[in-house]
């Protein structure tokens, strides 16, 4: 958890999976999210963490929830569901672990008398979750760097009135992409990283990834597992999402399917229906937490696929690096396509999709990444319409009030507990896209 990456430049997985034994699973059934999710995660943490101090950050983690249930499920469709993850403070589903983490973090620190600066580009939704699970704890100052006038107001203002003194936005004077190379190269800076004991929030982060295998267990679980096998379909940009649904079933929930849902940024289609993983450019869409061109958490599965050949991973990412491009020999493609199936959703049928459930759902409303979500679930779904078919709603619809207006004409409202984020003050220091100009802002603020 706290180193992130692995020092040879790897991805931490763990070295066999727990295993959810079937009685384990039906005693689960019926059970409250914080039962399931402290089933799910005890074999993970291990005896790092005793099991009452692990019970209170989950409890607390979700009490921050506007959904006793955390994880609602919403039926759109003969056996069609949606599963509501965006209940939590940010609205969408990053909150999940982003709460969970926040506090481990906390914990751990502080029995070890450490203290952290955590410092993160955003395009949008990872900010506003990180900045929320650290706002007010004790063991860590937090900067966000997001580019000026380049979010959408929403996320900015959901960012940016977070009044608490150990939260510090940075407008910077340039892209995302921008943001993203002054924190590597911050990174990169060894004396400075040392000196602020800087710390990362990015989605490779174990500790990130165990806290989505939960609600995989609890949806199944209230569509009758482990008697019965459900599908997902998962809105995916950096793989961390439907990499959870993979952890769940190689520790045995009966999953019989696991849909990749993309946008035009179709890079994990092509990979997975024909092994080609060859990098474009990346192209803003309606969804753009998934505009993404290389997704990090898909070295996890690689492993699996290449027999936990480390080695064999490792060639295919310096392939990566060199030339743009690596080819998944065929066989292990064909076992990848066991479990997954691939979609790319384009941005008319996402509006088209938004359209459809509203009106033959009661005027439900989807975001554009959960409409990309139902649009490859339909295409997959009629292969096995006995099997329940879960997809991930990752966002709540108002977080992307432009998409939604084109689909059906006016804007979803905020919920009551952000109805009032436009009168709020916005906090934030505007700065030129300079690495000492960065550096010196965070130093300043330390001190
Ligand atoms: C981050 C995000 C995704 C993509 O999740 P990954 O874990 O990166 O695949 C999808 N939808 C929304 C709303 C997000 O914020």
Redesign the pocket.
Known sequence: MLNGLARDGGLYVPVEWPELTTEQLRHLRGRPYTDVAFAVLKPFVGDCIDGDTLGAIIADAYAQFDHELVAPLVQTGPNEYLMEL?HGPTL???DVAMQVLGRLYDHVLGKRGQRVTLIGATS???GS?AIEATRGREHADIFILHPHNRTSDVQRRQMTTVDAPNVHNIALEGTFDDCQNLVKAMFNDHAFRESVSMSGVN?INWARVMP?VVYYVWAALSLGAPSRSVAFA???????????GYAARQMGLPITKLVIASNINDILTRAMQTGDHTLGDVHPTM?P??D?QV?S?FERLLFDLYDRDGGAVAALMEQLAQTGAFTIDPARVAKAQELFAAERVDEAQTLDVIKRVYDRSAHYIV?P??AVGVGAARREHPAEPQVPMVV?S??HPA?FPDAVEKAIGHRPALPDKLADLYEREERFEVLPNDLNAVISYIKQQLA
């Open positions: 965006w969408a589903f990053k949008g939704d990872t979750a989605s989505q998962v809105p995916t940009g950096n793989f961390g999402d439907i990499y959870a969804s937490s998934m993404i997704s958490n975001d990444h959960t991930l990752t966002a977080k």
